[in-house]
């Protein structure tokens, strides 16, 4: 067996290492993937931020942010490897000279410098402009980009403009967290591996899909950026379309990068524009009034605090999404997303057409569709629904609705199941772009989404409320009974 090569080490240096991804979200991913041994030994990860702390206190900043935010236990040898990674570097990220330190902490001879822009869009610019002044870029170094990237099409193009001007697109990698997740890449595996599917995969077998993205949180103090930005932009953008993207795709040559972006491109020019012409019966906007979540009374999203009580953002959006290609032809696509809703849940439903004849009516006046139900969170796997006979010696046959479940947790308990950072980060250090977006992908679902913000302007309508802790406004369930169709619940 051909032995596997190591991967070349890194400068990881994280920009906004002191912020609210880092310590949520960047530390325990890190952390984790100390404790799996996918780290290469000699690799370094380096804090930047403008606070007044030393390497002692920002090791002990990534501790406490591991024990508040993480529900593993620490173990010693694995903290005390973690740890000896870390180092910090006090710096203003608009001061250009400022960005020559990293000459010092990083080696450029013997590992690879790939930073981590964990900070607002606009200081992005900055920062590319500061690394390009310092000298410390080679060919070999990369940047990660964390959403949003951009606004609208205009403000993504100044952003990726920028970019551009220091980093060749290759070595770019735009992270998207849902596309770390394993039932999001499983997606692959399910449609290109498995002949049940990838014959059936098209409009000659099925009916429709749903893609749910719900929340049970609120705004959860960033009312201000979140009212700025909307259901629409913050999830749908990105988070849905990339799962419809690898939902609808054709099948990619390889699992080389450019070979899935170029399908994925396909499938965001495909989408049937929305625009005045057809947003009312296309669209749902929402957002949540004063209601219950398990039991608790939350406040109305116009009641939070810091709220502007005029606002009109969403806090919900339903879509009906049409693809003009072949496959899809006469297949809708619905997707909602929603904060305040009855569950926390996000997951794919296939609808299988229904059988045209039947002939056990002693079960079921019209037989039920098959179902193929894709789990995303929070308890990843995948069901079928299918019928069944009911065991007994009656005379006659009768059927019941049951669910074929593979639980990953279960099938798979010798393996650990990551979160879509971990992955993502991984994959970044190592240099592999496959699970990342390209600047195309991000641009062409930006033309799709401003049609329909374009759209929304024009009416200029009001979003429907809905209390908090159901599944959004009445009207979300219009859109589909008027094709004759209902959510999965």
Same mark, same amino acid.
């Given at each position: 067996?051909?032995?596997?090569?190591?991967?070349?080490?890194?400068?990881?240096?994280?920009?906004?290492?002191?912020?609210?991804?880092?310590?949520?979200?960047?530390?325990?991913?890190?952390?984790?993937?100390?404790?799996?041994?996918?780290?290469?030994?000699?690799?370094?990860?380096?804090?930047?931020?403008?606070?007044?702390?030393?390497?002692?206190?920002?090791?002990?900043?990534?501790?406490?942010?591991?024990?508040?935010?993480?529900?593993?236990?620490?173990?010693?040898?694995?903290?005390?490897?973690?740890?000896?990674?870390?180092?910090?570097?006090?710096?203003?990220?608009?001061?250009?000279?400022?960005?020559?330190?990293?000459?010092?902490?990083?080696?450029?001879?013997?590992?690879?410098?790939?930073?981590?822009?964990?900070?607002?869009?606009?200081?992005?610019?900055?920062?590319?402009?500061?690394?390009?002044?310092?000298?410390?870029?080679?060919?070999?170094?990369?940047?990660?980009?964390?959403?949003?990237?951009?606004?609208?099409?205009?403000?993504?193009?100044?952003?990726?403009?920028?970019?551009?001007?220091?980093?060749? @697109?290759?070595? *770019?990698?735009?992270?998207?967290?849902?596309?770390?997740? %394993?039932?999001?890449?499983? !997606?692959? #595996? /399910? =449609?290109?591996?498995?002949?049940?599917?990838?014959?059936?995969?098209?409009?000659?077998?099925?009916?429709?899909?749903?893609?749910?993205?719900?929340?049970?949180?609120?705004?959860?103090?960033?009312?201000?950026?979140?009212?700025?930005?909307?259901?629409?932009?913050?999830?749908?953008?990105?988070?849905?379309?990339?799962?419809?993207?690898?939902?609808?795709? @054709?099948?990619? *040559?390889?699992?080389?990068?450019?070979?899935?972006?170029? %399908?994925?491109?396909?499938? !965001?020019? #495909? /989408? =049937?524009?929305?625009?005045?012409?057809?947003?009312?019966?296309?669209?749902?906007?929402?957002?949540?009034?004063?209601?219950?979540?398990?039991?608790?009374?939350?406040?109305?999203?116009?009641?939070?605090?810091?709220?502007?009580?005029?606002?009109?953002?969403?806090?919900?959006?339903?879509?009906?999404?049409?693809?003009?290609?072949?496959?899809?032809?006469?297949?809708?696509?619905?997707?909602?997303?929603?904060?305040?809703?009855?569950?926390?849940?996000?997951?794919?439903?296939?609808?299988?057409?229904?059988?045209?004849?039947?002939?056990?009516?002693?079960?079921?006046?019209?037989?039920?569709?098959?179902?193929?139900?894709?789990?995303?969170?929070?308890?990843?796997?995948?069901?079928?629904?299918?019928?069944?006979?009911?065991?007994?010696?009656?005379?006659?046959?009768?059927?019941?609705?049951?669910?074929?479940?593979?639980?990953?947790?279960?099938?798979?308990?010798?393996?650990?199941?990551?979160?879509?950072?971990?992955?993502?980060?991984?994959?970044?250090?190592?240099?592999?772009?496959?699970?990342?977006?390209?600047?195309?992908?991000?641009?062409?679902?930006?033309?799709?989404?401003?049609?329909?913000?374009?759209?929304?302007?024009?009416?200029?309508?009001?979003?429907?409320?809905?209390?908090?802790?159901?599944?959004?406004?009445?009207?979300?369930?219009?859109?589909?009974?008027?094709?004759?169709?209902?959510?999965?619940?």
């Amino acid at each position: 067996m051909k032995e596997k090569k190591p991967y070349k080490p890194c400068d990881l240096v994280i920009y906004g290492a002191l912020g609210d991804l880092s310590r949520r979200k960047l530390f325990i991913s890190l952390y984790r993937l100390e404790h799996a041994n996918l780290i290469e030994p000699e690799t370094r990860i380096t804090g930047v931020d403008r606070h007044e702390v030393n390497t002692t206190e920002f090791i002990e900043i990534a501790r406490k942010s591991l024990q508040e935010f993480s529900s593993e236990t620490l173990i010693d040898d694995v903290w005390d490897r973690f740890s000896a990674r870390l180092s910090y570097v006090k710096m203003d990220l608009t001061q250009v000279e400022q960005y020559k330190v990293l000459n010092t902490v990083t080696d450029s001879n013997t590992r690879v410098l790939v930073n981590y822009f964990a900070v607002a869009p606009f200081l992005f610019k900055n920062i590319c402009q500061g690394l390009a002044h310092s000298g410390v870029l080679t060919n070999e170094s990369r940047m990660v980009m964390e959403k949003p990237i951009g606004h609208d099409l205009k403000s993504s193009q100044e952003i990726n403009d920028e970019v551009a001007k220091v980093f060749s @697109e290759d070595q *770019v990698f735009r992270i998207d967290h849902y596309l770390g997740k %394993e039932t999001v890449l499983n !997606l692959l #595996a /399910l =449609r290109f591996a498995n002949s049940i599917f990838t014959t059936n995969w098209n409009h000659n077998t099925i009916d429709h899909i749903q893609i749910t993205v719900a929340e049970e949180v609120g705004i959860e103090g960033r009312w201000e950026y979140f009212d700025k930005t909307g259901q629409l932009r913050d999830m749908l953008q990105n988070h849905l379309l990339q799962i419809l993207t690898f939902i609808a795709m @054709e099948p990619p *040559v390889n699992l080389e990068a450019n070979s899935i972006h170029n %399908e994925k491109i396909k499938v !965001l020019k #495909a /989408l =049937r524009p929305i625009t005045s012409n057809n947003v009312d019966e296309k669209t749902v906007r929402g957002q949540y009034t004063g209601g219950y979540i398990k039991g608790a009374n939350v406040p109305g999203y116009l009641e939070e605090e810091g709220a502007d009580t005029k606002s009109t953002t969403e806090s919900f959006v339903a879509l009906r999404v049409d693809i003009d290609n072949w496959r899809w032809a006469g297949v809708p696509f619905y997707l909602r997303t929603g904060k305040r809703l009855m569950g926390k849940r996000t997951e794919i439903v296939v609808y299988f057409k229904q059988l045209p004849h039947n002939i056990f009516k002693d079960s079921f006046r019209d037989l039920p569709p098959n179902k193929l139900i894709i789990h995303l969170q929070p308890n990843e796997g995948v069901e079928i629904e299918m019928l069944n006979k009911i065991p007994g010696i009656d005379e006659h046959i009768k059927l019941q609705k049951t669910r074929l479940d593979l639980s990953f947790s279960d099938a798979f308990k010798k393996n650990r199941i990551f979160g879509g950072y971990e992955k993502l980060v991984l994959e970044a250090m190592r240099g592999n772009p496959t699970l990342f977006l390209s600047r195309e992908e991000i641009e062409q679902a930006w033309t799709w989404v401003d049609s329909i913000q374009d759209a929304w302007r024009h009416y200029n309508e009001s979003p429907k409320s809905y209390p908090a802790g159901t599944w959004g406004p009445i009207a979300s369930v219009a859109l589909l009974a008027r094709d004759g169709r209902a959510w999965e619940e």
